[in-house]
């Protein structure tokens, strides 16, 4: 059993940057990929960016891509994603994920389904 928290959010303005963090516990954390996902009000949980197990690759989601930075650090148990140039559309519950490595694969990295465990969630909202 993973369990994981995310921490962070908050209520921004246009062009602001936000570090996310979300620690985990329960199993040895650097025998998962973990990722990033993000609900709106009304739609479906996106994808926004994965880190393999090994930290050997990173795949982020197209409206992200040159914005966000996902990193982890295996010793403290904790997964982070760096976010700027905040844009309102980037307003939505932001949840982490973590998902055994044999699940996982650039291709899976974007599906709910590669993700076994799953944060509560932390709010981002960015004001224009």
């Known amino acids: 059993q993973v369990q994981l928290l995310e921490s962070g959010g908050g209520l921004l303005q246009v062009g602001d940057s936000l570090r996310l963090s979300c620690v985990g516990s329960g199993r040895a954390f650097d025998n998962w990929a973990m990722a990033w996902f993000r609900q709106a009000p009304g739609n479906e949980r996106d994808f926004v960016a994965a880190i393999s197990y090994n930290r050997g690759g990173t795949w982020y989601g197209d409206s992200v891509k040159g914005r966000f930075t996902i990193s982890r650090d295996d010793a403290k148990n904790t997964l982070y994603l760096q976010m700027n140039s905040l844009k309102p559309e980037d307003t939505a519950v932001y949840f982490c994920?973590?998902?055994?490595?044999?699940?996982?694969?650039?291709?899976?990295?974007?599906?709910?389904?590669?993700?076994?465990?799953w944060g509560q969630g932390t709010q981002v909202t960015v004001s224009s």
């Open positions: 994920a973590a998902g055994p490595a044999w699940k996982f694969s650039g291709l899976r990295s974007k599906s709910p389904k590669t993700y076994d465990y």
